[in-house]
């Protein structure tokens, strides 16, 4: 076993070495430039970038033409906000969000509150889900943009997407999903999840960094750039195309179409096996999130009794994420789990487990073993302080 043991796979992924070897070709020997028209090298490249268009495309269930490739799920979401917020202009202005968004949501939605939009942030129930009849509430006829992620970030929760979209359709919003978490990790379709925007990633599926995609579906409406230039990507987004990086994206997203659910399950197991061992071994546990709408790989649980930057410094040897910050002069728990009404020591002790296509049974044993142990001597350490 290789220590330490990588259980973050919500942060990144490892690439998947079938997905390096298709991409080297085109780092030496098919460098071309694919808007380069008149010759074999660009030729060579851009028909490479159009098969990866065409694989990333079948992985979600949409057209080729409705993807766009982008430098990253942020990048997508800045567009795709800024982008509906610029082009309904004459239809309204607000737009409703979730509180639990990846920044790259939040934040874009805000800072156009500054250019006059309004924005409504919804809270989410304590197992992290949105309320339907709390975003049925919110919808007003001057609603353009309904955002809601598929899977989030930090506890792995899958939000009522199908259910989501009906409502805000009929109350002639568009949809947009950031599905960084979802696509490659669970099976997702666009017209099952009935959105008209959706923003991934490749790197949080076994895919290189610095490369995603928008959906856009056809006939939604003209989105407008965020990046001019060129007129690459029809115009919607400028700049020479990352063309291994593109070809590597494809590759991962045939894989993931190949294999989603077998490795879901196989995670899934070893994350139901790690729950138990867990709880097993450590009175008082904490699960965070919905149990049953959740990504197989992710586990957030919390440990009360136990400081949580102590915690975080202990896991030496497996890299998981924390609930607190080491470093910072003062640790700030988990927006995340605030939201969903974990109280702010419980969130500072609180780890993030992501398991992912190279996990083992063993590595998430020994995962167990060495977190149950650390919570012991904690809170041992804990009581004597504190008495
Ligand atoms: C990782 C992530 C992003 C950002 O993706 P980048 O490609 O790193 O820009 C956005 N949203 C969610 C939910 C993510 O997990």
Redesign the pocket.
């Known amino acids: 076993m290789n220590r330490p043991i990588y259980l973050d796979y ?1 942060a990144t992924t490892p690439t998947d070495p079938r997905v390096v070897e298709a991409m080297l070709p085109f780092f030496t020997e098919h460098f071309g430039n694919p808007a380069s028209r008149n010759h074999a090298f660009g030729w060579r490249a851009a028909e490479a970038v159009e098969r990866a268009r065409e694989q990333v495309a079948r992985l979600i269930g949409a057209h080729h033409r409705e993807i766009t490739f982008t430098g ?4 997508s ?1 800045n567009t795709i906000i800024r982008g509906v917020a610029r082009a309904a202009r004459d239809r309204g202005s607000h737009v409703v969000t979730v509180s639990t968004e ?1 920044p ?1 949501v939040l934040e874009t939605c805000l800072a156009l509150r500054e250019e006059g939009l309004t924005v409504t942030v919804l809270p989410v129930e304590p197992d992290g889900l949105l309320d339907l009849d709390r975003l049925e509430a919110a919808l007003a006829p001057g609603t353009i943009l309904v955002s809601v ?1 598929a899977a989030n ?1 930090e506890i792995g929760v899958l939000q009522p997407l199908a259910a989501i979209a009906a409502i805000a359709r009929r109350a002639g919003a568009l949809v947009h999903t ?1 599905a ?2 979802a696509v490659g990790k669970v099976p997702f379709d666009v017209a099952a999840a009935g959105v008209d925007l959706a923003s991934f ?1 490749a ?2 599926m076994c895919g290189p960094k610095g490369v ?1 995609a928008m959906y856009v579906r056809r006939r939604s409406l003209r989105l407008p750039p965020l990046v001019h230039g060129g007129g690459q990507e029809r115009g919607l987004r400028s700049g020479t195309l990352n063309v291994p990086a593109i070809v590597g994206f494809g590759a991962a997203a045939e894989i993931a179409r190949h294999e989603v659910e077998d490795e879901g399950r196989r995670v899934g197991a070893m994350r139901d096996a790690l729950l138990e061992d867990l709880r097993e071994r450590v009175p008082g546990l904490r699960v965070n999130g919905s149990l049953s709408a959740r990504l197989p790989h992710n586990l957030n649980v919390s440990f009360p009794g136990v400081e949580g930057e102590s915690l975080a410094m202990a896991c030496d040897d497996i890299a998981v994420s924390a609930g607190a910050a080491c470093g910072t002069a003062t640790a700030t728990p988990s927006r995340i789990l605030t939201a969903i009404g974990v109280e702010p020591d419980l969130a500072l002790a609180s780890l993030r487990f992501g398991l992912g296509r190279w996990t083992t049974a063993d590595e998430v044993a020994y995962a167990a073993a060495k977190v149950a142990s650390i919570v012991s001597r904690l809170r041992q350490q804990y009581l004597e302080v504190r008495p």
Not at 72 to 75: C, D, I, L, P
């Open positions: 919500h990253g799920a942020t990048e979401n990846h790259s992620m970030n950031d960084s978490q990633t790197h949080k995603g």
